[in-house]
């Protein structure tokens, strides 16, 4: 009974005397909010009010631009294409041909209709985007019908550099001034219009392409593939859903509630929670071992140092203190689990109760008076008194009894 497993035993039951109301709530409580979790996420989970895209409309749009070489130099051979570049030559491929290419997505589409409208732009613009100028020229203008998804609808035009050029220093020669920075670009309108998911649906796009002339070249901008979505969404009523842990969560916390509830129920009716004085006293001991523990020494004395009147102590701690006071060691008999402590002629001695001691065992107190108890080596020792009123101990083993002898000399 006294094994680290009958002690945790006896500590367990000492909580679940002390606390078990306390647990008892804290169990209810869990009950009470594992069924309330449980009922809200798998029984009723309620509703909530989520925006749901119903149509979706994604229009993609660039500039595509190239050069044809059309004058006879040492380079490019005449009618060589030139593409996609960011700068060409005035002199020998004045002319840029540009497509505006347009296609939208959508999971469904009917009707659809796409409009590409370009514009060329030449404005003259101060540092405030004050416009002191402005002259447009409409360049091309495609409509396509019944367009479905993926498919490119293409809107082309010519661009004559050279001509642009001097048309602008035609104006500026007749303004007679120029006092912002002169701008040429082509402005592309893109308007897609249908029923996208059955939902009617319209999308405007806006792009710009920047042509430089720089002398015997122009510099051409382009922002490169354009995409814009268009989504409608309303607002649709949905039940409510929750994650793995609440969903998984409330059941366990019912179920660890319900288990520990009906394990402190049972534990106070079918067992006596409350420690007896014995039980009590045990753990007394095991928690002054443990605190105690750096002065205790496992030492087995020797057989000589038993034959000394004995005191018992009530406790390990009054053993402790009293070998502290007296500047003594506190030692532990390896084969009775007593402890000792040795001061003057006496022997101090505290023997550890079981924890399954009863209620008859022997009372531990720091006494010299009366009998004493066995010893170790299972001795009596009986105080007699001899004719002069001095007290001598005679010490009985096994099967013989020593007494004074004839003469007064009082030995053992």
Same mark, same amino acid.
């Given at each position: 009974?006294?094994?680290?497993?009958?002690?945790?035993?006896?500590?367990?039951?000492?909580?679940?005397?002390?606390?078990?109301?306390?647990?008892?709530?804290?169990?209810?409580?869990?009950?009470?909010?594992?069924?309330?979790?449980?009922?809200?996420?798998?029984?009723?989970?309620?509703?909530?009010?989520?925006?749901?895209?119903?149509?979706?409309?994604?229009?993609?749009?660039?500039?595509?631009?190239?050069?044809?070489?059309?004058?006879?130099?040492?380079?490019?051979?005449?009618?060589?294409?030139?593409?996609?570049?960011?700068?060409?030559?005035?002199?020998?491929?004045?002319?840029?041909?540009?497509?505006?290419?347009?296609?939208?997505?959508?999971?469904?589409?009917?009707?659809?209709?796409?409009?590409?409208?370009?514009?060329?732009?030449?404005?003259?613009?101060?540092?405030?985007?004050?416009?002191?100028?402005?002259?447009?020229?409409?360049?091309?203008?495609?409509?396509?019908?019944?367009?479905?998804?993926?498919?490119?609808?293409?809107?082309?035009?010519?661009?004559?550099?050279?001509?642009?050029?001097?048309?602008?220093?035609?104006?500026? $020669?007749?303004?007679?001034?120029?006092?912002?920075?002169?701008?040429?670009?082509?402005?592309?309108?893109?308007?897609?219009?249908?029923?996208?998911?059955?939902?009617?649906?319209?999308?405007?796009?806006?792009?710009?392409?920047?042509? $430089?002339?720089?002398?015997?070249?122009?510099?051409?901008?382009?922002?490169?593939?354009?995409?814009?979505?268009?989504?409608?969404?309303?607002?649709?009523?949905?039940?409510?859903?929750?994650?793995?842990?609440?969903?998984?969560?409330?059941?366990?916390?019912?179920?660890?509630?319900?288990?520990?509830?009906?394990?402190?129920?049972?534990?106070?009716?079918?067992?006596?929670?409350?420690?007896?004085?014995?039980?009590?006293?045990?753990?007394?001991?095991?928690?002054?071992?443990?605190?105690?523990?750096?002065?205790?020494?496992?030492?087995?004395?020797?057989?000589?140092?038993?034959?000394?009147?004995?005191?018992?102590?009530?406790?390990?701690?009054?053993?402790?203190?009293?070998?502290?006071?007296?500047?003594?060691?506190?030692?532990?008999?390896?084969?009775?689990?007593?402890?000792?402590?040795?001061?003057?002629?006496?022997?101090?001695?505290?023997?550890?109760?079981?924890?399954?001691?009863?209620?008859?065992?022997?009372?531990?107190?720091?006494?010299?008076?009366?009998?004493?108890?066995? $010893?170790?080596?299972?001795?009596?020792?009986?105080?007699?008194?001899?004719?002069?009123?001095?007290?001598?101990?005679?010490?009985?083993?096994?099967?013989?009894?020593?007494?004074?002898?004839?003469?007064?000399?009082?030995?053992?």
């Amino acid at each position: 009974m006294s094994s680290a497993h009958d002690e945790r035993r006896l500590r367990l039951r000492a909580v679940l005397n002390a606390q078990s109301t306390a647990i008892l709530v804290v169990c209810l409580l869990l009950v009470a909010v594992g069924a309330g979790l449980a009922y809200t996420t798998h029984v009723d989970p309620g509703t909530e009010t989520e925006s749901r895209t119903v149509s979706s409309l994604t229009v993609e749009s660039e500039y595509r631009h190239s050069a044809t070489v059309t004058e006879p130099n040492a380079v490019f051979e005449t009618g060589t294409v030139l593409d996609e570049r960011n700068t060409y030559f005035a002199r020998v491929a004045p002319e840029l041909d540009v497509t505006v290419a347009t296609s939208y997505a959508a999971p469904t589409a009917e009707s659809v209709t796409v409009e590409v409208g370009s514009t060329l732009v030449m404005r003259n613009v101060g540092e405030e985007g004050t416009v002191y100028w402005r002259e447009t020229e409409p360049l091309a203008s495609e409509t396509s019908s019944s367009v479905s998804p993926g498919e490119t609808v293409n809107a082309s035009f010519a661009l004559n550099s050279t001509a642009i050029d001097e048309r602008v220093a035609s104006i500026e $020669d007749e303004l007679g001034a120029s006092p912002g920075e002169t701008e040429t670009f082509v402005r592309t309108e893109v308007t897609v219009d249908g029923s996208i998911g059955g939902v009617p649906t319209a999308s405007t796009q806006t792009l710009d392409m920047t042509l $430089d002339h720089g002398g015997d070249t122009y510099s051409v901008s382009e922002p490169g593939v354009q995409s814009d979505t268009t989504e409608r969404t309303e607002q649709v009523t949905v039940e409510r859903e929750y994650g793995v842990l609440r969903s998984f969560g409330g059941p366990l916390l019912l179920l660890v509630g319900l288990v520990g509830a009906g394990g402190v129920g049972y534990a106070r009716w079918e067992y006596e929670l409350a420690l007896t004085p014995a039980e009590r006293e045990y753990l007394s001991y095991r928690d002054d071992r443990s605190e105690f523990a750096e002065w205790i020494t496992t030492v087995r004395l020797p057989a000589s140092v038993h034959e000394r009147p004995t005191a018992e102590a009530g406790s390990l701690r009054d053993l402790v203190d009293f070998a502290i006071d007296n500047d003594t060691g506190v030692v532990e008999d390896p084969d009775t689990g007593a402890f000792h402590a040795v001061s003057g002629e006496f022997l101090y001695t505290y023997r550890p109760p079981a924890p399954a001691a009863d209620s008859t065992a022997t009372d531990s107190s720091l006494s010299m008076d009366g009998d004493s108890p066995d $010893d170790e080596h299972g001795a009596a020792a009986d105080v007699i008194e001899d004719g002069d009123g001095r007290e001598t101990a005679s010490r009985s083993t096994g099967g013989g009894e020593a007494t004074p002898d004839e003469g007064g000399d009082n030995r053992a």
